[in-house]
C-alpha cells in the first residue's frame, strides 16, 4: 500500500517534533480517539549502519528486539506512545547488544523528554498521589521514574569539598525501627541513607564518600550515641566529633518534662492542679503573648519544674561562650549548680553531658550542628504520611534522595528535539 503525500508530511512532523533523524524516521501517526491516544511507530532504515552501544564500533545487524513501547509528552489532550522494534548488533568485543534510540535512555519505558517532565512535576507535587494524577501514571510507573531520577543524580554527583558531615537517625515503620542518614552540612544536602542505627549504619555512611574525600571531613555532628562515635572513629579518625546542640536541648528538655509530670501527679494527689495543661509552656522557645504573663506567675512558685527549666535555659549560654576554655569553665559552674540540686532528672542529664564534654567542647572549633538534618524532618514526615509508612526501606531512601539530595536529575535531551 502507498503512503500517501499527506501521511509523508504527519510523519515528517511528528520526526520533526521527536527529533529523529536518519537512520530512524516516523512510519506512522495513529490517532485513537476512543482510547485517546497516539501511538507513533518509528522504524530503522535498514541500509543504515549500526553502532555497538558499549564501544561504538560499526558491525553487522543481527536482528531486531522485540516490539516496545515508551509514553512521551502528551499531543494536545492525546497521550503519546512511541512503538519500535531497536535492532540489535553482533559486536566481536561485546556480543549481541541493542542499539541505544535517541529518543529514550537505555532500559526506560520513557522518552528522554516525558522523564524530564515527570521529575519536574513530581518535585513539584505535594504528594505522590497528585504526581500520578498529573502524569496519568500508576504508583510503579512513577516510582520507576525516581528511581531512575535518583540513579542518574548520583552517577553525576561530586562530593568534593565536603568538610562538615551531619549523622543522623529518623524512624522509619512502626517499632523501634529506624534509618540514619548523613547529610552535608554546608551545602545543605542529604548524602546517604542506610537501615538501623548502629555502628554498622555509621560506618555505611562514612562509606558513601570515596576514601580521599573522607580523609579530608573536617568534623562530623551527631548525637551522643556510642554507634555513630565508633562509626567516625573507624572510618574518619582525623574528624573531629561534634555533639549536636538539638539534641542537647532534647536532654534537657525531656529532663524537664519528666520532671514536670512527677511534680503533677504528687500535687494532684494533694488536689493541687497548679501544672495541669501547661506541658507546652515549659517546653516551648518562644511562647505566645497570651500566655506570658501566665507563665511568668509560674515562675514565681516554688516548683520543682520551674528550677528544671531554669537549668535548661542557662545552658543555651554554653553555646555563647568565645571560646572552649571559656565554654569549659562555664559548663563546670553549670553542673556544680545542677548536682546540688534536687532535681535527679536533671542531674542524670549533667552526669551525660559531663561524660561527653570533649565533644561538645569540639563546637568551639568547629561551630556546626545537625539543623540541616533537622530541617528535613518535616519533608521526610511528610513522605512517610503520603505514602502511609513505607514498607520498602529501598523506596523510602530513594524519596528521601529524590526530595533531599540536591540531585542533577533530569535526562540530557537532544538540542534539536523539541515538543
Same mark, same amino acid.
Given at each position: 500500500?502507498?503512503?500517501?503525500?499527506?501521511?509523508?508530511?504527519?510523519?515528517?512532523?511528528?520526526?520533526?517534533?521527536?527529533?529523529?533523524?536518519?537512520?530512524?524516521?516516523?512510519?506512522?501517526?495513529?490517532?485513537?480517539?476512543?482510547?485517546?491516544?497516539?501511538?507513533?511507530?518509528?522504524?530503522?532504515?535498514?541500509?543504515?549502519?549500526?553502532?555497538?552501544?558499549?564501544?561504538?564500533?560499526?558491525?553487522?545487524?543481527?536482528?531486531?528486539?522485540?516490539?516496545?513501547?515508551?509514553?512521551?509528552?502528551?499531543?494536545?489532550?492525546?497521550?503519546?506512545?512511541?512503538?519500535?522494534?531497536?535492532?540489535?548488533?553482533?559486536?566481536?568485543?561485546?556480543?549481541?547488544?541493542?542499539?541505544?534510540?535517541?529518543?529514550?535512555?537505555?532500559?526506560?519505558?520513557?522518552? #528522554?523528554?516525558?522523564?524530564?517532565?515527570?521529575?519536574?512535576?513530581?518535585?513539584?507535587?505535594?504528594?505522590?498521589?497528585?504526581?500520578?494524577?498529573?502524569?496519568?501514571?500508576?504508583?510503579?510507573?512513577?516510582?520507576?521514574?525516581?528511581?531512575?531520577?535518583?540513579?542518574?543524580?548520583?552517577?553525576?554527583?561530586?562530593?568534593?569539598?565536603?568538610?562538615?558531615?551531619?549523622?543522623?537517625?529518623?524512624?522509619?515503620?512502626?517499632?523501634?525501627?529506624?534509618?540514619?542518614?548523613?547529610?552535608?552540612?554546608?551545602?545543605?544536602?542529604?548524602?546517604?541513607?542506610?537501615?538501623?542505627?548502629?555502628?554498622?549504619?555509621?560506618?555505611?555512611?562514612?562509606?558513601? #564518600?570515596?576514601?580521599?574525600?573522607?580523609?579530608?571531613?573536617?568534623?562530623?555532628?551527631?548525637?551522643?550515641?556510642?554507634?555513630?562515635?565508633?562509626?567516625?572513629?573507624?572510618?574518619?579518625?582525623?574528624?573531629?566529633?561534634?555533639?549536636?546542640?538539638?539534641?542537647?536541648?532534647?536532654?534537657?528538655?525531656?529532663?524537664?518534662?519528666?520532671?514536670?509530670?512527677?511534680?503533677?501527679?504528687?500535687?494532684?494527689?494533694?488536689?493541687?492542679?497548679?501544672?495541669?495543661?501547661?506541658?507546652?509552656?515549659?517546653?516551648?522557645?518562644? #511562647?505566645?503573648?497570651?500566655?506570658?504573663?501566665?507563665?511568668?506567675?509560674?515562675?514565681?512558685?516554688? @516548683?520543682?519544674?520551674?528550677?528544671?527549666?531554669?537549668?535548661?535555659?542557662?545552658?543555651?549560654?554554653?553555646?555563647?561562650?568565645?571560646?572552649?576554655?571559656?565554654?569549659?569553665?562555664?559548663?563546670?559552674?553549670?553542673?556544680?549548680?545542677?548536682?546540688?540540686?534536687?532535681?535527679?532528672?536533671?542531674?542524670?542529664?549533667?552526669?551525660? @553531658?559531663?561524660?561527653?564534654?570533649?565533644?561538645?567542647?569540639?563546637?568551639?572549633?568547629?561551630?556546626?550542628?545537625?539543623?540541616?538534618?533537622?530541617?528535613?524532618?518535616?519533608?521526610?514526615?511528610?513522605?512517610?504520611?503520603?505514602?502511609?509508612?513505607?514498607?520498602?526501606?529501598?523506596?523510602?531512601?530513594?524519596?528521601? #534522595?529524590?526530595?533531599?539530595?540536591?540531585?542533577?536529575?533530569?535526562?540530557?535531551?537532544?538540542?534539536?528535539?523539541?515538543?
Amino acid at each position: 500500500m502507498k503512503t500517501t503525500k499527506n501521511e509523508e508530511t504527519v510523519a515528517a512532523h511528528y520526526g520533526r517534533l521527536l527529533g529523529i533523524g536518519a537512520p530512524w524516521k516516523v512510519v506512522s501517526a495513529e490517532l485513537d480517539l476512543l482510547r485517546g491516544q497516539v501511538v507513533i511507530e518509528v522504524g530503522w532504515d535498514e541500509s543504515g549502519p549500526v553502532s555497538c552501544p558499549e564501544c561504538g564500533q560499526a558491525c553487522a545487524r543481527h536482528d531486531h528486539a522485540p516490539e516496545r513501547e515508551w509514553r512521551h509528552l502528551n499531543v494536545m489532550q492525546f497521550l503519546t506512545i512511541i512503538r519500535a522494534r531497536v535492532p540489535r548488533c553482533a559486536c566481536p568485543a561485546h556480543g549481541v547488544k541493542t542499539v541505544r534510540t535517541p529518543w529514550a535512555e537505555p532500559g526506560s519505558h520513557f522518552t #528522554l523528554h516525558f522523564e524530564a517532565f515527570a521529575v519536574q512535576v513530581i518535585a513539584a507535587c505535594r504528594s505522590l498521589t497528585q504526581a500520578t494524577e498529573l502524569l496519568e501514571l500508576g504508583w510503579d510507573g512513577v516510582q520507576r521514574v525516581v528511581d531512575r531520577a535518583v540513579e542518574r543524580g548520583l552517577a553525576r554527583r561530586s562530593t568534593e569539598g565536603i568538610l562538615y558531615l551531619g549523622l543522623d537517625e529518623k524512624s522509619f515503620g512502626r517499632g523501634q525501627r529506624y534509618v540514619s542518614l548523613a547529610t552535608d552540612i554546608k551545602g545543605a544536602r542529604v548524602l546517604e541513607v542506610v537501615p538501623g542505627n548502629d555502628q554498622a549504619a555509621g560506618e555505611a555512611l562514612w562509606q558513601a #564518600l570515596p576514601a580521599g574525600q573522607r580523609a579530608r571531613v573536617e568534623a562530623a555532628a551527631m548525637d551522643m550515641s556510642a554507634g555513630f562515635v565508633a562509626a567516625t572513629r573507624a572510618q574518619a579518625p582525623q574528624a573531629a566529633i561534634v555533639h549536636d546542640k538539638f539534641h542537647v536541648a532534647k536532654l534537657l528538655n525531656d529532663a524537664v518534662d519528666q520532671t514536670r509530670r512527677a511534680e503533677h501527679q504528687q500535687l494532684q494527689a494533694e488536689g493541687d492542679d497548679t501544672l495541669k495543661h501547661t506541658r507546652y509552656l515549659w517546653l516551648q522557645g518562644q #511562647l505566645p503573648a497570651a500566655r506570658q504573663a501566665g507563665f511568668a506567675e509560674l515562675l514565681e512558685i516554688n @516548683l520543682k519544674t520551674a528550677r528544671a527549666w531554669a537549668y535548661k535555659e542557662q545552658f543555651t549560654e554554653f553555646w555563647g561562650q568565645p571560646d572552649a576554655a571559656q565554654g569549659a569553665a562555664f559548663f563546670a559552674h553549670w553542673q556544680r549548680s545542677v548536682m546540688r540540686s534536687r532535681l535527679s532528672k536533671v542531674k542524670a542529664v549533667a552526669k551525660t @553531658l559531663h561524660r561527653h564534654l570533649t565533644n561538645l567542647l569540639t563546637y568551639f572549633m568547629h561551630p556546626i550542628t545537625n539543623a540541616i538534618s533537622e530541617g528535613f524532618n518535616s519533608r521526610i514526615q511528610a513522605l512517610k504520611a503520603d505514602a502511609r509508612g513505607f514498607r520498602s526501606f529501598t523506596n523510602y531512601r530513594t524519596r528521601i #534522595l529524590f526530595h533531599c539530595g540536591k540531585l542533577k536529575m533530569l535526562p540530557h535531551l537532544q538540542p534539536s528535539s523539541t515538543h
